[in-house]
C-alpha cells in the first residue's frame, strides 16, 4: 500500500510534468510565431518594397507630378508600419518566450529534483585503472597538441594562399566605383576620394650621385645633406643689388614662398603656392631664364588650410634634388616629383598636415631616396620614398610633437644617419630602413631650426630649450648653451667651431669641443635666413637682405656687409663660385662675370 | 509510468531548443530603415540626444559584484548552503545579466587588461579593473566562488544542468586545452587592438539582450542545450578567465570541501560533482615500477622546452594570418585588393579611408606593423599554450598522494552541489537543526 509521502510525490511529478508540457507547448508555439513573422518579413521586405522603387524611380523621371508623391508617402508610410509592428511581435514574442522557458526550466528542474534517488557508491576500480586514466589523459592530451598544431597549420596555408604582398601594385593606379555608388553613380576620382598618383613615366633614373657631384652642387635646404657648408667654393663678397652691381641676374618668383633656391648643374629651382594654386619652377642658372614651371594638383584647395600663416605660406619647404629627380612639398601634404626637364613623375599626398602656422619641413634627397620629416599634430612620421617612382622604402613613427625643422644626413665615418630635431627628441635614424640608432630626449617648444654637424658632434638648437651638442655615436649630451639661440635659423658647424644667428639680431659663436663662447657679434636685424659656410668664410643673410660676411675663426674678422636690397628670410645657395638668394620677390644669382 | 514523463521531457527540451533559436532568427530583422527621401514639406522629427550613461552605475557594480562574491563565499565556505548559491546564481542572472545586460562581465575584462597594459592611450575603467581584479582576489582567498554563483555567463549554464553525464577524463582534459588556446587569442587580439574576441563571441549577452546576431544566438543556443547534458560547457571548456581563475584557485587559502570535518571514504561524492571536479584518493600502491615512472617525467621535463619553442614558432607563423582580424588589416588588404584590380567596387570604409587623403602606403605600413606585432603576439600564445600542455603532462606523470575525496581546486565551481551527498555534512545539518531548533540552511 503506497505511502502519503509517496503519493503526493507523485501528485509533483505529475504537476511537473504538466507544467513542463504546457510550457514546452507554449514556447514552440511562440517559436512557430516568431519564426512565421521572420519569413514573412523577409519575404516582404517592406523597406524595399518593388512598387516602392518603381514609384521612386517614376517620380524621379516627372518631378512635377504631386499625385506620385502622394503615393510613395502612403506606400512608405504603410511599409513602416509594417516593419515597425513586425519589430514590436519579435519584441514581445521574445519576451513571452523568455518568460516560457523560465517555466519550462523551473518545471524541468523540479522533475529533476523529484526523480533523484539517493547517491549508491560506485563500482570500485583497481589500481591499473588510475594509471590507465593518467596515460589515457597524456595521450589525449598529445591528441589535442596535433589538433591544435593542424588547426594553426590549415590557417597557415589558407591564408598563404590568398593574401599576396600588400601595396604591389602601387597606388593610385585605378579609379574603382564608391561602395555607395549605384548604377548611375559618379567614379571614385569624383566623389571626393584621394586624388590618383599617375606614374607619368616609367624610365628608371640614373644611379644617384656620388657624393662629389653633390658637394659640388647644392641639392637642397642647407646644402649637401643639409648641413650648411658649401663644397670647394669661392662665391664674392660684395655685391649690391639696388645697382646691380655683383648680380648676374635678377628674376621674378612668381608666387610669394619662404623656400630657399636649392642648385644642381644648369638649373634652379624653387616652388611658390599661394590660395590659387602650387607651382615648381626651373630657372637657367646662367641666364636666370624660365625654363619651366609646373602646376601641382593638390589633393586639397590651399584655400582650405586654416592654420597656414602668412609668415608661413603654402610653400616653406626647401625642394631637394638628386640631379635626377627633383621634389617639392607644400601645406597641402602633397609631394611631387619631376625630372630636370619638368616631367612630373609621381606624386604622392600624406594628408593634410595638422600643424599651426603650416606645414615647413623641407625635404633631403639622399642617394636612391627622398627623406620626409612629417611630425605633424596627427602623429609624427620620417619616410623614405623612392625616388625613382615614389614607392615608400620605410617609414618611422616618432613619439614628438609637431615640428618644423628639417632633417639631415650625417657621416660618423662609422655609418650615415639622419638626425631630425624635434620636442622632445633629437634623434637620428638609418637611412637605410628607418630604425632609430639613437635618441636624446633633450629638446623642446616648437622646434624649427635643423641640425648641424662637425666631427663627430650634432648640433641641436630652439630658442626654448637651447643648443645642445650630441655624440653622434652615442647620443649622449657632450655640452650645451643658452644664450642668443635662434628660433627659426639653424646653426652651422665646421673647424671646431658652431655658429649661430638669432632673431635677436646676435650672431654668435662657440668652441665644438665644450660650448665656450668664442664671440658674439650683434647687428643691426635678426635672423631668419640660416648661416651657411663656404670655404674659410660665412655667409648669413639678415632679414632686410643685408648679407653679414665675417671669416670662419675664432674671433669675429668681418668681410663686408653687402645688401640685396630686397628682405631675405630664406638661406642662399652656393654652388659653382655662385651665390644664388631668394628675396622677397626676385631670385638674384651674384657671382663674377 | 515511465515513458510519459520521458515523453513529457523530450517535448520540452526541443522546444527550448526551438526558442533559442528563434530569438536567433527575430533578431536579425532589427536592422535600419532608411530615412523617405521626401523633399520639402515634411519635418524630420528632433534628434535626441539621450544623456550618457551615469557613471554612478560603475561604482553601484563593482560594490554589488564585491558584496555578491563575499556573500557567496560566506554561503560556500561557512553556511555550506547550495540552497543560497542557487538564490545568488538567480539574483546573479538578473542583476549582472538582465539587468546590466551582461556588461561589465569579468570574463571579458582579460581584454580590457590587456589593451591597457600594451597600449598607453587607452584607460582602463575602474569598473572594468575591479571586475578583473575583485573575482581573482576572491579565487586567491576563498577559490572559485566567482564561477560558484557571481558569473552570469556560469550561472546561466548552472541552472540547465538537467541530467549530466560524465564527460570521460581523458576527454576532459584534452578540452581543457582550448581555454589556453582561447586565453592566448584574445589577449593578443585585444592588446593588438583587432578585436575583443570574448565579448564578440559571447553565447549568452545576446540572451540577456534578447537581441544579438543570429550565428551568437545559435551557438548559445547549443551551449543551452548542451549545458543540460554536460555541465557548464563554457566554463570548462571555453572560459579563457576560468583559465586565470583556476591558477589561483589552486593556491586559494580556504576552498571548499565535499565533507565538513572529516572524509569517512563511504564513497557516496564520487560521481556527485556534474562538472568532474571531485579528486579521489590515490592508490597506495601501484602497477608501475618507479623507474618507468621517473624515465617518464625526465622525458616530459626534457621535452617541456621543445614544446615551449615549438608552440611559439608555429604560433608566430599563424600570427600573420590572425592579423587579418584587425580592422586596419582588413583595410590595407581591401586597398591592396582595388589597386591590384581584384575588385571593382570600393568598400565604405575604403572610400572614407580615401577622402581623408592619406596615402595608401601609409595603411600598408600601418598593416605591416600590425602584422609584426601578431607575429610576436604568436610567438606568445605558441608559447603559452606548449608551455600549459607541458605542465599539464608533467602534473600527470608525479606521483600525489591524496588520502581522501576532495574537489579539484583548480576546476571546482565551488557550486556545493556535492555538499549533500556527504553523511558528514548530513549529520552536521541535523546537529545544526537540534542545537537551534530551526531548520538548517539548506
Known amino acids: ?593 | 509510468m515511465n515513458t510519459t514523463p520521458r515523453t513529457h521531457t523530450l517535448v520540452a527540451r526541443a522546444a527550448a531548443l526551438a526558442c533559442a533559436c528563434v530569438i536567433s532568427l527575430g533578431a536579425t530583422a532589427a536592422d535600419r530603415f532608411p530615412r523617405p527621401e521626401f523633399e520639402g514639406g515634411y519635418a524630420y522629427p528632433t534628434v535626441a540626444n539621450p544623456h550618457p550613461a551615469s557613471s554612478a552605475w560603475t561604482y553601484i557594480d563593482t560594490a554589488v559584484l564585491l558584496a555578491a562574491l563575499l556573500v557567496t563565499a560566506h554561503l560556500v565556505l561557512r553556511r555550506r548552503s547550495r540552497a543560497g548559491i542557487t538564490a545568488m546564481t538567480l539574483f546573479s542572472i538578473a542583476y549582472f545579466g538582465f539587468w546590466r545586460r551582461g556588461c561589465v562581465c569579468s570574463v571579458g575584462s582579460v581584454q580590457n587588461v590587456a589593451l591597457a597594459i600594451c597600449d598607453r592611450t587607452y584607460g582602463i575603467p575602474f569598473a572594468v579593473l575591479g571586475f578583473f581584479l575583485l573575482p581573482l582576489a576572491c579565487a586567491l582567498l576563498f577559490g572559485r566562488v566567482f564561477c560558484a554563483a557571481v558569473c552570469p555567463l556560469g550561472a546561466v549554464q548552472d541552472v540547465v544542468v538537467l541530467r549530466p553525464v560524465a564527460v570521460p577524463r581523458w576527454l576532459a582534459h584534452a578540452l581543457g586545452m582550448l581555454p589556453y588556446v582561447y586565453l592566448g587569442i584574445a589577449v593578443v587580439m585585444a592588446a593588438t587592438g583587432a578585436l575583443f574576441p570574448v565579448c564578440r563571441f559571447d553565447p549568452f549577452v545576446s540572451f540577456f539582450r534578447l537581441n544579438g546576431p543570429a550565428g551568437i544566438l545559435v551557438l548559445g543556443a547549443l551551449f543551452i542545450v548542451l549545458g543540460m547534458f554536460v555541465g557548464r560547457p563554457y566554463c570548462r571548456f571555453a572560459c579563457p578567465y576560468g583559465v586565470v581563475l583556476g591558477w589561483l584557485s589552486r593556491l586559494s587559502k580556504w576552498h571548499a570541501t565535499i565533507t565538513p570535518d572529516e572524509c569517512i571514504q563511504c564513497r557516496l561524492c564520487e560521481n556527485a560533482c556534474p562538472f568532474g571536479a571531485i579528486n579521489k584518493p590515490t592508490q597506495a600502491e601501484t602497477a608501475e615500477p618507479r623507474g618507468k615512472e621517473l624515465r617518464r617525467l625526465v622525458l616530459l621535463l626534457a621535452a617541456l622546452p621543445v614544446l615551449i619553442a615549438g608552440g611559439g614558432w608555429l604560433g608566430s607563423r599563424a600570427g600573420k594570418p590572425l592579423s587579418r582580424a584587425h580592422p586596419d588589416v582588413q583595410l590595407a588588404l581591401q586597398l591592396d585588393a582595388e589597386e591590384r584590380g581584384a575588385v571593382d567596387r570600393m568598400t565604405l570604409q575604403t572610400e572614407a579611408f580615401r577622402a581623408t587623403g592619406t596615402p595608401m602606403a601609409a595603411a600598408y605600413a600601418d598593416a605591416r606593423k600590425i602584422e609584426r606585432q601578431f607575429v610576436t603576439g604568436g610567438w606568445f600564445i605558441g608559447a603559452f599554450v606548449g608551455l600549459s600542455l607541458g605542465a599539464r603532462l608533467i602534473g600527470f606523470a608525479l606521483r600525489r598522494r591524496r588520502e581522501d575525496y576532495e574537489p579539484d581546486r583548480g576546476t571546482c565551481f565551488s557550486c556545493g552541489r556535492c555538499f549533500s551527498y556527504c553523511p558528514r555534512e548530513r549529520l552536521r545539518r541535523t546537529s545544526l537543526t537540534t542545537t537551534s531548533g530551526t531548520h538548517a540552511p539548506a
Open chain 1, 1 to 593: 500500500m503506497p505511502q502519503p509521502e509517496q503519493n503526493n510525490k507523485a501528485l509533483y511529478i505529475r504537476i511537473a510534468q504538466g507544467v513542463a508540457l504546457v510550457a514546452g507547448l507554449f514556447v514552440l508555439v511562440v517559436s512557430a510565431l516568431i519564426v512565421f513573422n521572420h519569413l514573412q518579413l523577409k519575404r516582404t521586405d517592406p523597406a524595399n518594397s518593388p512598387a516602392l522603387k518603381r514609384l521612386m524611380t517614376e517620380f524621379r523621371a516627372q518631378p512635377d507630378r504631386p499625385a506620385i508623391r502622394e503615393e510613395i508617402r502612403a506606400l512608405d508610410l504603410l511599409a513602416r508600419r509594417a516593419l515597425f509592428s513586425s519589430h514590436a511581435v519579435v519584441r514581445s514574442g521574445a519576451f513571452m518566450l523568455l518568460g516560457g522557458v523560465i517555466v519550462l526550466l523551473c518545471a524541468l528542474q523540479a522533475l529533476a529534483a523529484l526523480q533523484r534517488t539517493a547517491p549508491m557508491p560506485p563500482k570500485c576500480e583497481g589500481p591499473d585503472e588510475a594509471l590507465e586514466m593518467n596515460a589515457r589523459s597524456r595521450w589525449a592530451l598529445a591528441g589535442a597538441c596535433v589538433v591544435i598544431a593542424a588547426a594553426a597549420a590549415y590557417v597557415l596555408v589558407l591564408s598563404h594562399a590568398e593574401l599576396g604582398p600588400l601595396g604591389a601594385a602601387g597606388e593610385g593606379m585605378r579609379t574603382l566605383a564608391p561602395a555607395t555608388a549605384a548604377a548611375e553613380s559618379a567614379p571614385a576620382s569624383a566623389a571626393g576620394a584621394a586624388p590618383a598618383a599617375p606614374l607619368a613615366q616609367s624610365v628608371p633614373p640614373a644611379p644617384p650621385p656620388p657624393v662629389e657631384e653633390v658637394r659640388s652642387n647644392w641639392p637642397g635646404f642647407r646644402g649637401p645633406f643639409g648641413l650648411g657648408v658649401a663644397g670647394a667654393a669661392d662665391p664674392p663678397i660684395t655685391w649690391d643689388g639696388a645697382s646691380g652691381s655683383g648680380v648676374l641676374w635678377k628674376a621674378v618668383a612668381p608666387r610669394k614662398a619662404y623656400n630657399s633656391p636649392i642648385v644642381w648643374g644648369d638649373h634652379v629651382y624653387f616652388s611658390g603656392g599661394d590660395e590659387k594654386g602650387l607651382e615648381v619652377f626651373c630657372l637657367d642658372a646662367s641666364t636666370g631664364n624660365l625654363l619651366w614651371q609646373r602646376a601641382v594638383q593638390p589633393s586639397t584647395t590651399p584655400d582650405k588650410l586654416q592654420d597656414v600663416s602668412d609668415d608661413t605660406g603654402y610653400a616653406a619647404s626647401t625642394m631637394a634634388t638628386d640631379g635626377r629627380r627633383v621634389f617639392a612639398i607644400f601645406a597641402t601634404g602633397d609631394l611631387a616629383c619631376f625630372t630636370p626637364d619638368g616631367t612630373q613623375v609621381w606624386t604622392r599626398c600624406f594628408g593634410v598636415p595638422a600643424l599651426s602656422y603650416g606645414y615647413a619641413s623641407s625635404l633631403l634627397a639622399y642617394q636612391d631616396r627622398v627623406i620626409v620629416q612629417f611630425d605633424t599634430g596627427d602623429g609624427a612620421r620620417l619616410y623614405a620614398l623612392a625616388a625613382a617612382d615614389g614607392t615608400q622604402l620605410w617609414e618611422t613613427r616618432r613619439d614628438v610633437s609637431p615640428s618644423w625643422s628639417s632633417p639631415v644626413v650625417i657621416n660618423t665615418g662609422a655609418r650615415d644617419e639622419i638626425i631630425v630635431s624635434a620636442d622632445p627628441l633629437l634623434a637620428a635614424y638609418s637611412p637605410a630602413d628607418g630604425s632609430e640608432l639613437w635618441k636624446l630626449d633633450c629638446m623642446g617648444g616648437e622646434v624649427a631650426p635643423s641640425p648641424a654637424y662637425d666631427s663627430g658632434i650634432v648640433y641641436a638648437a630652439n630658442e626654448a630649450c637651447g643648443l645642445k651638442a650630441v655624440r653622434a655615436s652615442d647620443g649622449t649630451l657632450a655640452w650645451e648653451s643658452s644664450d642668443n639661440i635662434p628660433d627659426v635659423s639653424s646653426p652651422v658647424a665646421a673647424k671646431g667651431m658652431v655658429i649661430f644667428a638669432s632673431s635677436g639680431a646676435v650672431i654668435s659663436c662657440l668652441d665644438a669641443r665644450d660650448g665656450t663662447e668664442l664671440w658674439t657679434h650683434e647687428v643691426d636685424n635678426g635672423f631668419y635666413a640660416s648661416p651657411v659656410v663656404a670655404g674659410d668664410r660665412v655667409y648669413a643673410f639678415d632679414n632686410t637682405g643685408v648679407a653679414h660676411i665675417f671669416t670662419l675663426d675664432r674671433t669675429y674678422t668681418e668681410i663686408g656687409t653687402p645688401a640685396l636690397g630686397e628682405a631675405v628670410v630664406t638661406t642662399p645657395a652656393i654652388a659653382g663660385g655662385r651665390i644664388y638668394v631668394r628675396g622677397d620677390r626676385h631670385v638674384y644669382c651674384i657671382g663674377v662675370e
